[in-house]
């Protein structure tokens, strides 16, 4: 019975390695998207455009001005234009947002009044709205410090208590840290599946399939033989990504190198018994690769907590969430790099990965039988 | 030309004989649309928190209500101590933890300002600022409520002094500039605004492009190509042949998109239809231009669809739906200009969000003509009727 | 020279260091079925695709057609017609809807196409199938169809590459009859096979070896030469290398 296995394994690996595309597409392409990937995808915002609109110009009202525009994140794209043109501004992309200084701020300061100090966002990207308004609101809060100083009778009540946060995990609040361990679980998912359905269906396309149905080996022997090359293959991948990914963003891994490999098997086991099962159920490479992807990429992708937490999602898309072996995979990879989580701490996803292993290979080779008769 | 005719026709009848593929178009993205735009989006709510009371005294119960009852946090439990907190983040189970210290009121009333920590977990950058926020936020209305100025936030571990996202109480004391933001646009924030039409778009560009190519080097395969090579067909014939059916399909797909954004989400556009159809033309032209080029690349379809694929998503993630194209490095910044979606995207933002008129997108609209008009060339050239 | 349907001298093609087609020259008067025998591999293919200007040759030149096979690939197109291996038909598209899209390529009237197809369909034996699709066909009939295709719009000569592989013995008769009729309404046939009996069919027949030509010559008078019985045997001779 090994020996059967044998033979098919070996067969798939030369197959794999006599095919110099399939082979770059495997090694090579990975890297290349970890890179854009991890570069790409970076929201720490700077060079916004900004209007400055300064009806105040007094000392004051440039400090506010020096201080707004200091770093990196703002961009002085117009200055002192008419209110009324602040559409046309918009339109044209030209900034993003106006911070308009009265023209009483200065004498507003001095008499203890907080002087309103307009900004008027573009709002159709959301996001950077909020940050912009944050960032404001931050500067603007500290620039009134020197000043209030000044007149004791308005002093600053004494505040009752402090807010003392601590970032766990991620200082910095970096963003590649939160995303390369996530790339593993997406290009994994997406090589393993897509690999494994492809593999079978051209097998059946070229008809060799049927050479091998009509010989002894039994159908989990063959589900087995095309599985087993490519988990070799993906986990090969996975390390690459794994070492590649965390050595250049400098995200280190906290937990047990050892135990993200045997988590990584575990998740690179379900891509590809989900591959298997869907090549039973497609007729040719196109369908099998639009197939995969539609059922890998996109919900890994989105419905896994890549990049949208889970949490925010309307409760029924929770529940498909939890359907995705991606999504366990994430929290994993995600703990054990970031968190330095144990094998106790995973046990519970893992478990879950497992059964859905268990579930696929059998629903695989069920199907597989289905289809011969 | 009548026999360019002649291979739209035939490109008509055999897509709309394919029923699983009509499906495919016009269905699936209607489901995707409505999936990912209720599914997808970077807003924080329902935030696991735990509290860890080691004061245990009405101020502490007060501020542990604040949270409790407060809308954004989802209040999962007592933590017994701070190895404990500490675990619960390990394990996922809570986001933020809020810990009151020993003597917190007494400290307090002896004027001592003892700090209150919150402990969060860092992992999503994004979402620890905002939920950091709402924390700070909270506390400060509680400081309010005892009738007195929030106080500045604590030492935090900052690199730069910009922390994007935090939004800290602001403080009264007079002499102060106060922020008053005005949304233009969209008023309530809602990301969905910005990420249903592009969710369009990159459903059109996932349809024309990848089925342009998937097509093409099917006739490769099965051996009609040759057999149109053979013909008088001129290779130009052939591209525009098919780029017409696949941009009519384009087309269409986009109305399903429109209406399926308005009947669902409430989003319709704000400006022109008109334009937005016709810049959609333009938007299709140009993938389906990719999507012959890429072809050309391609002996099978497994291999086209890899190449489409890599495209694909390369062009998804430069373009702007995830992060701004100006915080890419230099180098992604420069190859996005050759991606039609970053354009779109900012055709589609424009149209619905703004009303933005075709005078202030004619740049968009050229750089996509551009990119249309070389790839069909470089297409062109590419496909030799005659091999050397 | 305009008068030959085919005419080529020195027709070379070499692959990297493969030469697949060795200085081949030959001449095909119009009207006349030629068949091009050889085994797998010989460059029978190769050559077609040279002189229906799928292909550059490496070397040589000749014309088809009267039209000079490098420089006027291109208008060579319209005057023939091609059938290849597989058939090249689009599955999804019924008989009726396959020939009206040939039909519009080489540019016939809409009225001349209907008149065409009406024709074929009759000749074919499809008029009562015009509006199957062709992917249920059985092969025998794809191939009638395919070659439906390739006569349309009535070309002066056609190209047929292996016509006849994988269809059952009573389909390559009546196709062959099919064949026959045309040639002799003065249309030339350009075949290629390596069903040893069809070779007996033909007016004549050059025998490709390696990439060159070893025979041409009518069959009936290989057979005298070579002392054989049927083709089957005279080939395998001229294959061997066995004297006549």
Same mark, same amino acid.
């Given at each position: 019975?090994?020996?059967? $296995?044998?033979?098919?394994?070996?067969?798939?690996?030369?197959?794999?390695?006599?095919?110099?595309?399939?082979?770059?597409?495997?090694?090579?392409?990975?890297?290349?998207?970890? @890179?854009?990937?991890?570069?790409?995808?970076? =929201?720490?915002?700077?060079?916004?455009?900004?209007?400055?609109?300064?009806?105040?110009?007094?000392?004051?009202?440039?400090?506010?001005?020096?201080?707004?525009?200091?770093?990196?994140?703002?961009?002085?794209?117009?200055?002192?234009?008419?209110?009324?043109?602040?559409?046309?501004?918009?339109?044209?992309?030209?900034?993003?947002?106006?911070?308009?200084?009265?023209?009483?701020?200065?004498?507003?300061?001095?008499?203890?009044?907080?002087?309103?100090?307009?900004?008027?966002?573009?709002?159709?990207?959301?996001?950077?709205?909020?940050?912009?308004?944050?960032?404001?609101?931050?500067?603007?809060?500290?620039?009134?410090?020197?000043?209030?100083?000044?007149?004791?009778?308005?002093?600053?009540?004494?505040?009752?208590?402090?807010?003392?946060?601590? !970032?766990?995990?991620?200082?910095?609040?970096?963003?590649?840290?939160?995303?390369?361990?996530?790339?593993?679980?997406?290009?994994?998912?997406?090589?393993?599946?897509?690999?494994?359905?492809?593999?079978?269906?051209?097998?059946?396309?070229?008809?060799?399939?049927?050479?091998?149905?009509?010989?002894?080996?039994?159908?989990?022997?063959?589900?087995?033989?095309?599985?087993?090359?490519?988990?070799?293959?993906?986990?090969?991948?996975?390390?690459?990504?794994?070492?590649?990914?965390?050595?250049?963003?400098?995200?280190?891994?906290?937990?047990?190198?050892?135990?993200?490999?045997?988590?990584?098997?575990?998740? !690179?086991?379900?891509?590809?018994?989900?591959?298997?099962?869907?090549?039973?159920?497609?007729?040719?490479?196109?369908?099998?690769?639009?197939?995969?992807?539609?059922?890998?990429?996109?919900?890994?992708?989105?419905?896994?907590?890549?990049?949208?937490?889970?949490?925010?999602?309307?409760?029924?898309?929770?529940?498909?969430?939890?359907?995705?072996?991606?999504? +366990?995979?994430?929290?994993?990879?995600?703990?054990?790099?970031?968190?330095?989580?144990?094998?106790?701490?995973?046990?519970?996803?893992?478990?879950?990965?497992?059964?859905?292993?268990?579930?696929?290979?059998?629903?695989?080779?069920?199907?597989?039988?289905?289809?011969?008769? | 030309?009548?026999?360019?005719? +002649?291979?739209?026709?035939?490109?008509?009848?055999?897509?709309?004989?394919?029923?699983?593929?009509?499906?495919?178009?016009?269905?699936?993205?209607?489901?995707?649309?409505?999936?990912?735009?209720?599914?997808?989006?970077?807003?924080?709510?329902?935030?696991?928190?735990?509290? =860890?009371?080691?004061?245990?005294?009405?101020?502490?119960?007060?501020?542990?209500?604040?949270?409790?009852?407060?809308?954004?946090?989802?209040?999962?439990?007592?933590?017994?101590?701070?190895?404990?907190?500490?675990? =619960?983040?390990?394990?996922?189970?809570?986001? !933020?933890?809020?810990?009151?210290?020993?003597?917190?009121?007494?400290?307090?009333?002896?004027?001592?300002?003892?700090?209150?920590?919150?402990?969060?977990?860092?992992?999503?950058?994004?979402?620890?600022?905002?939920?950091?926020?709402?924390?700070?936020?909270?506390?400060?209305?509680?400081?309010?409520?005892?009738?007195?100025?929030?106080?500045?936030?604590?030492?935090?571990?900052?690199?730069?002094?910009?922390?994007?996202?935090?939004?800290?109480?602001?403080?009264?004391?007079?002499?102060?500039?106060?922020?008053?933001?005005?949304?233009? +646009?969209?008023?309530? $924030?809602?990301?969905?605004?910005?990420?249903?039409?592009?969710?369009?778009?990159?459903? #059109?560009?996932?349809?024309?492009?990848?089925?342009?190519?998937?097509?093409?080097?099917?006739?490769?395969?099965?051996?009609?190509?040759?057999?149109?090579? &053979?013909?008088?067909?001129?290779?130009?014939?052939?591209?525009?042949?098919?780029?017409?059916?696949?941009?009519?399909?384009?087309?269409?797909?986009?109305?399903?998109?429109?209406?399926?954004?308005?009947?669902?989400?409430?989003?319709?556009?704000?400006?022109?239809?008109?334009?937005?159809?016709?810049?959609?033309?333009?938007?299709?032209?140009?993938?389906?231009?990719?999507?012959?080029?890429?072809?050309? #690349?391609?002996?099978?379809?497994?291999?086209?669809?890899?190449?489409?694929?890599?495209?694909?998503?390369?062009?998804?993630?430069?373009?702007?739906?995830?992060?701004?194209?100006?915080?890419?490095?230099?180098?992604?910044?420069?190859?996005?200009?050759?991606?039609?979606?970053?354009?779109?995207?900012?055709?589609?933002?424009?149209?619905?969000?703004?009303?933005?008129?075709?005078?202030?997108?004619?740049?968009?609209?050229?750089? #996509?003509?551009?990119?249309?008009? &070389?790839?069909?060339?470089?297409?062109?050239?590419? @496909?030799?009727?005659?091999?050397? | 020279?305009?008068?030959?349907?085919?005419?080529?001298?020195?027709?070379?093609?070499?692959?990297?260091?493969?030469?697949?087609?060795?200085?081949?020259?030959?001449?095909?008067?119009?009207?006349?079925?030629?068949?091009?025998?050889?085994?797998?591999?010989?460059?029978?293919?190769?050559?077609?695709?040279?002189?229906?200007?799928?292909?550059?040759?490496?070397?040589?030149?000749?014309?088809?057609?009267?039209?000079?096979?490098?420089?006027?690939?291109?208008?060579?197109?319209?005057? !023939?017609?091609?059938?290849?291996?597989?058939?090249?038909?689009?599955?999804?598209?019924?008989?009726?809807?396959?020939?009206?899209?040939?039909?519009?390529?080489?540019?016939?009237?809409?009225?001349?196409?209907?008149?065409?197809?009406?024709?074929?369909?009759?000749?074919?034996?499809?008029?009562?199938?015009?509006?199957?699709?062709?992917?249920?066909?059985?092969?025998?009939?794809?191939?009638?169809?395919?070659?439906?295709?390739?006569?349309?719009?009535?070309?002066?000569?056609?190209?047929?590459?292996?016509?006849?592989?994988?269809?059952?013995?009573?389909?390559?008769?009546?196709?062959?009859?099919?064949?026959?009729?045309?040639?002799?309404?003065?249309?030339?046939?350009?075949?290629?096979?390596?069903?040893?009996?069809?070779?007996?069919?033909?007016?004549?027949?050059?025998?490709?070896?390696?990439?060159?030509?070893?025979?041409?010559?009518?069959?009936?008078?290989?057979?005298?030469?070579?002392?054989?019985?049927?083709?089957?045997?005279?080939?395998?001779?001229?294959?061997?290398?066995?004297?006549?």
């Amino acid at each position: 019975m090994n020996r059967v $296995l044998m033979a098919i394994f070996r067969k798939e690996m030369i197959q794999i390695f006599r095919d110099p595309q399939s082979l770059i597409i495997v090694l090579v392409m990975p890297l290349l998207m970890l @890179f854009l990937y991890g570069y790409a995808i970076n =929201l720490d915002m700077k060079r916004i455009d900004i209007a400055i609109i300064d009806e105040s110009r007094t000392p004051e009202s440039r400090s506010l001005v020096a201080h707004v525009t200091a770093a990196d994140f703002f961009h002085v794209t117009a200055r002192d234009i008419p209110t009324t043109s602040i559409g046309e501004l918009f339109n044209a992309r030209t900034a993003r947002c106006v911070l308009i200084i009265p023209g009483d701020y200065a004498s507003g300061l001095a008499a203890g009044v907080d002087p309103q100090v307009q900004l008027v966002i573009d709002a159709s990207d959301p996001n950077v709205a909020g940050f912009i308004t944050s960032y404001v609101g931050e500067v603007a809060a500290k620039e009134g410090a020197p000043t209030a100083s000044a007149s004791p009778a308005l002093e600053a009540a004494p505040s009752l208590f402090s807010v003392s946060p601590r !970032i766990f995990y991620n200082p910095e609040m970096r963003s590649t840290v939160f995303y390369v361990p996530g790339l593993i679980a997406l290009i994994l998912g997406l090589i393993t599946t897509v690999l494994t359905s492809i593999a079978i269906v051209r097998e059946r396309e070229t008809g060799t399939m049927e050479q091998i149905l009509v010989s002894p080996a039994r159908p989990r022997q063959i589900i087995m033989g095309k599985i087993l090359p490519y988990t070799l293959i993906a986990f090969i991948d996975g390390l690459l990504i794994l070492v590649v990914g965390s050595l250049w963003f400098n995200v280190p891994v906290k937990g047990s190198f050892l135990l993200v490999n045997l988590m990584m098997l575990i998740y !690179i086991l379900a891509g590809l018994s989900l591959g298997a099962l869907i090549s039973t159920r497609v007729k040719s490479q196109a369908d099998a690769f639009m197939r995969a992807q539609a059922v890998t990429n996109l919900p890994t992708m989105m419905l896994s907590g890549f990049v949208f937490p889970v949490s925010s999602m309307p409760r029924m898309f929770q529940l498909v969430s939890a359907a995705v072996p991606a999504t +366990y995979f994430m929290q994993i990879i995600r703990g054990i790099i970031l968190k330095g989580n144990t094998i106790s701490d995973v046990l519970p996803q893992a478990g879950i990965l497992l059964g859905m292993d268990i579930l696929l290979v059998a629903l695989s080779v069920r199907s597989f039988r289905v289809r011969l008769e | 030309m009548r026999r360019v005719l +002649y291979l739209v026709q035939k490109e008509f009848r055999q897509l709309l004989r394919n029923r699983p593929f009509l499906v495919l178009t016009f269905l699936s993205p209607v489901v995707q649309l409505i999936i990912l735009g209720l599914a997808l989006t970077t807003e924080v709510k329902n935030v696991p928190i735990a509290f =860890l009371d080691n004061d245990h005294t009405s101020a502490s119960r007060e501020i542990r209500e604040a949270f409790t009852a407060s809308g954004l946090f989802d209040f999962s439990g007592m933590a017994s101590s701070e190895a404990q907190a500490a675990r =619960l983040l390990d394990d996922w189970r809570v986001k !933020i933890v809020a810990v009151v210290p020993h003597n917190f009121q007494s400290d307090m009333k002896r004027g001592l300002v003892p700090a209150v920590q919150l402990l969060v977990d860092g992992v999503d950058g994004n979402s620890a600022a905002v939920t950091l926020g709402y924390a700070t936020a909270t506390l400060a209305q509680v400081q309010q409520r005892w009738g007195k100025a929030a106080a500045p936030v604590g030492p935090q571990p900052s690199t730069d002094g910009t922390q994007p996202g935090m939004t800290t109480a602001q403080p009264r004391s007079p002499g102060t500039p106060r922020v008053i933001p005005r949304m233009w +646009y969209n008023p309530n $924030l809602d990301n969905r605004l910005n990420t249903v039409p592009m969710l369009v778009g990159i459903l #059109l560009i996932t349809t024309t492009t990848f089925l342009m190519a998937q097509n093409i080097v099917r006739e490769k395969e099965i051996g009609t190509l040759e057999q149109i090579m &053979v013909t008088p067909v001129r290779g130009i014939e052939l591209m525009i042949g098919k780029m017409i059916p696949f941009t009519i399909l384009g087309f269409l797909q986009m109305t399903v998109g429109v209406i399926a954004a308005g009947l669902i989400f409430g989003i319709w556009a704000k400006g022109s239809l008109l334009l937005l159809y016709c810049l959609t033309v333009v938007f299709c032209l140009s993938t389906v231009g990719i999507g012959i080029f890429a072809s050309t #690349l391609a002996t099978t379809q497994r291999q086209a669809m890899f190449v489409v694929q890599f495209l694909l998503s390369f062009a998804t993630l430069t373009s702007g739906l995830f992060t701004p194209i100006a915080n890419m490095p230099d180098v992604v910044q420069t190859i996005t200009y050759a991606n039609p979606l970053r354009y779109f995207f900012i055709i589609l933002r424009e149209i619905y969000l703004k009303g933005t008129t075709f005078r202030f997108l004619w740049k968009e609209t050229v750089a #996509l003509a551009v990119i249309g008009a &070389v790839m069909l060339a470089a297409a062109t050239l590419r @496909f030799q009727k005659r091999l050397k | 020279m305009s008068d030959w349907a085919v005419d080529v001298r020195d027709l070379t093609r070499v692959f990297g260091s493969f030469t697949a087609v060795d200085h081949v020259s030959f001449s095909v008067p119009r009207g006349e079925i030629f068949g091009f025998l050889g085994a797998n591999g010989a460059g029978k293919t190769t050559t077609i695709r040279m002189l229906c200007g799928l292909l550059l040759p490496s070397e040589g030149n000749g014309t088809v057609s009267g039209y000079d096979i490098i420089r006027d690939y291109e208008k060579i197109k319209l005057r !023939i017609g091609y059938m290849s291996q597989q058939f090249s038909l689009y599955e999804d598209l019924t008989a009726r809807e396959n020939l009206e899209f040939y039909g519009g390529i080489y540019g016939l009237t809409r009225r001349r196409i209907r008149e065409r197809i009406a024709e074929t369909l009759g000749s074919l034996g499809f008029s009562g199938h015009a509006d199957t699709l062709a992917a249920s066909f059985p092969t025998g009939w794809k191939q009638r169809l395919a070659l439906g295709s390739a006569l349309l719009h009535e070309p002066a000569i056609v190209f047929l590459d292996e016509p006849t592989s994988g269809v059952d013995p009573v389909s390559r008769r009546s196709f062959w009859l099919l064949i026959y009729r045309l040639a002799e309404r003065g249309t030339t046939v350009f075949v290629t096979t390596h069903y040893m009996d069809e070779a007996e069919y033909c007016n004549r027949v050059a025998i490709m070896r390696q990439g060159r030509i070893v025979e041409i010559e009518n069959p009936q008078r290989l057979k005298e030469r070579y002392g054989a019985a049927t083709m089957q045997d005279v080939f395998l001779k001229v294959v061997r290398g066995e004297g006549q």
